[in-house]
């Protein structure tokens, strides 16, 4: 067993990236698999936030890279999936205290007996995102349907194969179709005919992300299907897994009613 | 609890179990004598976990592994190795052991532990018996150390850290985590105006408050009561 490395990046900040790694871990081990997330946002982590995770931390990245305390010691469990861990960034220091052949090495350490680990990347084009896409075996940009995140995601995406780790695959995050029917959104071919990337995922926005972050606990753990962002982050964890899983349909007629359907009654 | 017999090995009671301390002589002798000790005690060592001492002495992994299964057969733990040479450290490391006691200031290898220097911060200003006053409101990403009492007049935010070797008072808010008796002092306490933290430690316990925990605000204390922390309210005594 060696474990696959994916890095969630985006170059733009706030584009969800967190938001997707928790999700996408949370996901990947309720399929079964073992799953480490990384926190690489050194000195503004997250990660442990979105998990519920934050009272639980005693060692960190920064402390293992250090040689503070065994890899083991600052693996957290989760506390609702049996397999799955988080390794949070230090909140007190800065991306210099890790280095690319740092994260290669952690990863290297964990591949033996791990299935998947997620690396949450965090903004930017310096050092913090090349410590999160060193070891990376597949990275996944995330992009929101507007110009300014796409713009980044185009200059992320060339860094990612001067880099020689391309492909990277697309993340489309908080679409609205009502929006784009108006001609107000992007719609995902416009995005798709400048980034010209494979696409792995496509998450509607959806306003239970703001209440699941808030509770520390992932939206995937709840229950709802049809198409909402839950269902649309379980897709992606089986796409990840090699599995053909055909896209959500978000097309207008008859698919708003469906949707709107869904926000309102489906939980 | 120190039981020294004539063969020279000594059994210790510690806060974790027991500690074995292996006696000179051959190898092979000293494990015929730990067999025998440890048979001749087996009732009452029992289910104990052990930490085991080897000092200078060069044990390679199948030694260790045999001293392992040893304490097996006699229904003990081995869960520590502790060795002054680091081949030994490895070998121990190779077999899952632990190589240092919990709580203890040292690294893996039995390195004193430097204590992180408070980086890019503005020297603070101590006063009386080093204590460390601080008066303003500490942000996330702010860590605070000291070898003293650590006082705040302002709040300690969640992602903030105050770690000190004394006892720690916020005249505040205290959201964030806090380390008291970071050196090792269990009496070392935590207080603050709404103790509500992200995390407390105090000496090597760690606590985590309760989800169900119900918002008090009123002062409250952190104390180290029957090897727990405990949070109460606060009574001037």
């Not at chain 1, 597949?138 to 995140?149: A, F, H, I, Y």
């Not at chain 1, 049809?226 to 207008?252: E, H, I, K």
């Not at chain 2, 029992?46 to 260790?64: D, F």
């Not at chain 2, 008072?169 to 933290?197: F, K, Q, S, Y």
Request: with cysteine; net charge negative.
């Amino acid at each position: 067993m060696s474990a696959k490395v994916i890095t969630v990046t985006s170059g733009k900040g706030g584009v969800g990236k967190t938001t997707i790694s928790a999700n996408l871990a949370t996901a990947l081990a309720m399929l079964g698999k073992r799953v480490v997330a990384i926190d690489a946002d050194i000195g503004l982590r997250n990660l442990d936030v979105v998990m519920g995770l934050e009272n639980r931390i005693v060692y960190d990245l920064v402390d293992v890279v250090e040689g503070r305390c065994r890899l083991r010691q600052a693996m957290i469990k989760d506390k609702r999936q049996p397999e799955l861990y988080l390794i949070p960034a230090a909140q007190t220091r800065d991306k210099m205290a890790v280095s690319p052949s740092d994260m290669i090495l952690v990863c290297d350490q964990l591949r033996p007996e791990i299935d998947y680990i997620l690396i949450d990347s965090p903004a930017g084009i310096e050092r913090g995102f090349r410590n999160a896409i060193a070891p990376a075996d597949q990275v996944l940009v995330v992009t929101n349907p507007e110009v300014s995140s796409v713009r980044d995601a185009d200059r992320i995406i060339g860094l990612i194969e001067a880099e020689e780790k391309g492909p990277a695959h697309l993340i489309i995050n908080r679409l609205k179709p009502e929006m784009v029917a108006r001609g107000d959104m992007l719609s995902i071919a416009d995005v798709l005919d400048i980034l010209a990337i494979p696409l792995i995922g496509i998450i509607p926005e959806d306003e239970n992300i703001l209440v699941s972050t808030n509770q520390g606990m992932p939206l995937v753990m709840s229950s709802t299907n049809g198409v909402s962002a839950s269902q649309a982050f379980r897709n992606v964890a089986l796409r990840l897994t090699g599995q053909d899983v055909p896209f959500m349909d978000f097309s207008q007629k008859p698919g708003l009613r469906g949707w709107l359907k869904n926000l309102i009654g489906g939980r | 609890m120190t039981h020294r017999t004539e063969t020279g090995i000594s059994i210790k009671g510690i806060r974790d179990g027991l500690l074995v301390t292996l006696g000179d002589g051959e190898y092979a002798d000293v494990l015929v004598r730990l067999d025998a000790e440890l048979a001749e005690k087996q009732e009452f060592l029992q289910g104990s976990r052990i930490a085991l001492a080897v000092g200078q002495r060069p044990l390679q992994r199948q030694q260790l592994s045999e001293i392992q299964q040893l304490f097996a057969r006699h229904r003990l733990l081995l869960w520590t190795v502790l060795a002054d040479a680091d081949d030994t450290k490895t070998a121990a490391r190779e077999l899952e052991l632990a190589t240092r006691l919990p709580g203890s200031q040292t690294d893996l290898d039995g390195k004193q532990l430097q204590t992180p220097l408070p980086d890019r911060q503005p020297a603070p200003t101590p006063i009386g018996t080093g204590a460390l006053l601080l008066k303003e409101t500490l942000r996330s990403g702010r860590a605070v150390y000291h070898e003293g009492a650590i006082i705040i007049l302002g709040d300690v935010n969640p992602g903030a850290e105050v770690i000190a070797a004394g006892d720690v008072i916020v005249w505040g808010r205290l959201r964030g985590l806090v380390h008291a008796g970071a050196l090792g002092d269990e009496t070392a306490v935590i207080c603050a105006l709404d103790l509500n933290p992200t995390q407390l430690r105090i000496a090597d316990q760690i606590a985590i408050p309760p989800e169900t925990r119900r918002r008090k605000s009123e002062p409250e204390q952190a104390v180290i009561r029957d090897g727990q922390i405990t949070a109460e309210a606060w009574h001037s005594r």
